[in-house]
C-alpha cells in the first residue's frame, strides 16, 4: 500500500476541527452555561452529565455495531460524516439556548437536548475516527494522523472556542451572546465535516466476517490492550475535562479577572502546537506507549506544582502551565495513535475484524471521562456551597483551586499506573501485522 501523501492526510483530519468546535464547547461551556446562564442548579448538572451515560452505554455499542455493517457507494464509514453533520450542529445549537421556562422545564430540556447531542456526536465521531483505521496500517503514519488531528482539535479548535466567552460578553447579555456564537460555531464545524467526507479515503479492505451484536461484548472483552487503552483515555480524558470545565470559576473568582480566561488559554496555544509536532518525533524514536506515559508524568508533576506554587507572579504561573499543557498534548496525540492498533489486535485475536468495536468503547469511554469529571467538578461545587456572581466562601474557593489543579494531577498519575499494563508494543503489532497478512493470502 503506498504511503500517505500530506493532502490525504490533511484532507481527512481537518474533520477533527468539526468535530471538536462540537467537544470542546461541550466541555469547556456546558458546566459554566448550565449553572450561570441557564440558571440550574449545579446539583442537577451532575446527575444530568451522568445519566446521559447511562443511555450510552446501550447507543454506542449499537452505533458500532450498525457502523461494521453498513455498506454504501460512500464506503462503510463515511455516510455517517455526510447525513449527521448537520443534525448534530443544530442539536449543539439546541444545547445552549435558553427558553424562557420554569426551572423544572429548564432541566427537562437540558436532559434532552444533552442527551440528543451524546446520540448524535456517537453517530459522527465514532464513523469519522474510524476511517484512520482503514486508511493505512502504518504505525507511524498512525501516529502522524493522530498529529494532525490533535492539531486541528486542540490548536485551532480552542483558538476559536476561547474566543465565544468574549464574543458572549459582546451582546450585553450572555443568554443572546451564547446563541449568537454557538450558532457560528455550528455553520463552521457543519462545513468542515463535509469537507472531510470529501476528502477522505477507505483504503484498507480486509476480508470480514459478520458478527451477531452479541457478540459485541465478548469481542470487547477478549481485547485486552483496548480494555486497557480505554481506561487510561478515561482517565486523560478528566485531566482537561476537570480543569477547563472549572477554568472559567478559576479566572472569574480566584484572579477576579474573567478576561484572563481567553488571554491563558491562547498563551497555551503554543505548547499545544508544539505537542503535535514533536510527539510524532518522539513517538518515531520511543514508541507510543513511552511517549503517553512520559506525558502522563509531565502532567502529574506540573499540575501539582502549580497548585503548590501561588499564582504571583504570573509568568511562573503561565511558564508551568505550558509545560503541563505540552505533557497533555503527548497524551492526547498517543492515545488517538494507539487506538487503530487495537483493531489489528482484535482481528488477531477473535478473528473478526472490526473497527466498530474499539471506537465505539472508545467514543463511550471518552464521552464517560467527559461525564464523570463534569459531574464531580459541579457535585464539588455544589456541595462546597458554590452560588453564581456571589462572594464565595473559602471553602468554595479552595475546591476550585483544587479541581483546577490537583484533581487533574491525580487523574494523570492513575492514567500512568493503568498504562503499565498496556503490552501492544511496537514488536508485538509487527507479528500480528504479519500473522494477519499470512492469513489473509491462506
Not at 351 to 357: A, F, L, T, Y
Request: charged letters at 15%; a positive charge.
Amino acid at each position: 500500500m503506498k504511503r500517505l501523501t500530506h493532502k490525504q492526510i490533511l484532507g481527512y483530519t481537518v474533520g477533527d476541527l468539526g468535530i471538536n468546535l462540537n467537544f470542546q464547547m461541550m466541555g469547556f461551556y456546558l458546566a459554566y452555561f448550565y449553572t450561570d446562564v441557564f440558571k440550574i442548579p449545579a446539583y442537577h448538572v451532575g446527575w444530568l452529565f451522568l445519566a446521559a451515560r447511562v443511555w450510552d452505554a446501550v447507543n454506542d455499542p449499537l452505533m458500532g455495531y450498525l457502523a461494521d455493517r453498513t455498506q454504501s457507494r460512500w464506503g462503510q464509514f463515511r455516510p455517517y460524516i455526510l447525513f449527521g453533520a448537520l443534525p448534530l450542529n443544530l442539536i449543539l445549537l439546541a444545547c445552549f439556548f435558553t427558553p424562557d421556562m420554569p426551572q423544572t422545564a429548564k432541566i427537562i430540556y437540558a436532559y434532552v437536548t444533552y442527551i440528543a447531542h451524546g446520540m448524535l456526536f456517537t453517530a459522527v465521531g465514532l464513523p469519522y475516527s474510524s476511517i484512520s483505521a482503514v486508511m493505512t496500517q502504518d504505525q507511524q503514519e498512525r501516529a502522524v494522523i493522530s498529529s494532525y488531528r490533535m492539531f486541528f482539535a486542540v490548536v485551532v479548535a480552542l483558538s476559536i472556542i476561547i474566543l465565544v466567552k468574549p464574543f458572549a460578553g459582546l451582546f450585553g447579555e450572555e443568554t443572546t451572546g451564547f446563541t449568537v456564537a454557538v450558532l457560528l460555531v455550528a455553520i463552521f464545524s457543519t462545513t468542515l465535516l463535509l469537507i472531510a467526507f470529501t476528502q477522505s479515503e477507505e483504503r484498507v479492505q480486509m476480508k470480514r466476517e459478520s458478527y451477531s451484536f452479541k457478540q459485541f461484548f465478548p469481542l470487547l472483552i477478549n481485547n485486552k490492550p483496548l480494555l486497557i487503552l480505554a481506561i487510561a483515555m478515561f482517565l486523560n480524558t478528566g485531566v482537561w475535562v476537570t480543569g477547563n470545565a472549572v477554568a472559567m470559576y478559576y479566572f472569574k473568582y480566584i484572579f477576579k479577572d474573567e478576561s484572563l480566561f481567553a488571554i491563558f488559554f491562547f498563551l497555551m496555544l503554543p505548547a499545544n502546537f508544539l505537542g503535535t509536532v514533536v510527539t510524532p518525533i518522539i513517538t518515531k524514536r520511543i514508541g507510543k506507549l513511552k511517549a503517553f506515559m512520559i506525558g502522563s508524568i509531565v502532567v502529574t508533576l506540573f499540575y501539582t506544582l502549580r497548585h503548590i506554587l501561588p499564582t504571583e507572579p504570573l509568568a511562573v504561573f503561565v511558564g508551568i502551565s505550558l509545560i503541563a499543557t505540552f505533557g497533555q498534548m503527548m497524551c492526547s496525540v498517543t492515545q488517538w495513535g494507539m487506538l487503530p492498533d487495537t483493531v489489528e489486535y482484535g482481528h488477531w485475536k477473535n478473528g473478526i475484524r472490526s473497527e466498530g468495536i474499539p471506537f465505539a468503547f472508545f467514543s463511550f469511554m471518552q464521552k464517560m471521562g467527559l461525564a464523570v469529571a463534569g459531574a464531580v467538578a459541579t457535585w464539588i461545587l455544589s456541595v462546597t456551597g458554590y452560588e453564581p456572581d456571589t462572594e464565595l466562601s473559602n471553602r468554595t474557593l479552595s475546591a476550585i483551586e483544587w479541581l483546577f489543579n490537583l484533581v487533574p494531577a491525580g487523574y494523570s498519575l492513575l492514567c500512568l499506573v493503568v498504562l503499565f499494563f498496556y503490552k501492544l508494543d511496537s514488536g508485538t503489532y509487527t507479528k500480528i501485522i504479519a500473522e494477519l497478512k499470512q492469513r489473509e493470502h491462506s
